[in-house]
Nanobody, 123 residues
């Protein structure tokens, strides 16, 4: 069982940066694939980025590649999403997710979810 709590969201002007954190509970955090998703009002939940348990593999959505970086610190049971060059279209609730298998993009593949943190980039 894994419990996830996100933090770090907020209001940021276009071109700025934010870092999201996701603190996980559970003794086997280091064995889980972690990911970030986002959901804008009226839209489906969208894959953003994922990182393997060993931190050796990452995968990004095309819309954030080169601007966002996912990382994890297994000693701190925490995964991060560094978001640079923010755009208004990045506005959404960002969710942290975990799964016991390998890298995956579809959100139904993920077993555990946080409550989400709002990121707003005004146009």
């Amino acid at each position: 069982q894994v419990q996830l709590v996100e933090s770090g969201g907020g209001l940021m002007q276009a071109g700025g940066s934010l870092r999201l954190s996701c603190a996980a509970s559970g003794r086997t955090f280091e064995t889980y694939t972690m990911a970030w998703f986002r959901q804008a009002p009226g839209e489906e939940r969208e894959f953003v980025a994922t990182i393997s348990w060993s931190r050796g593999s990452t995968y990004y959505a095309e819309s954030v590649k080169g601007r966002f970086t996912i990382s994890r610190d297994n000693a701190k049971n925490t995964v991060y999403l560094q978001m640079n060059s923010l755009k208004p279209e990045d506005t959404a609730v960002y969710y942290c997710a975990a799964r016991g298998g390998g890298l995956a993009k579809p959100y139904p593949e993920y077993e555990y979810w946080g409550q989400g943190t709002q990121v707003t980039v005004p146009s």
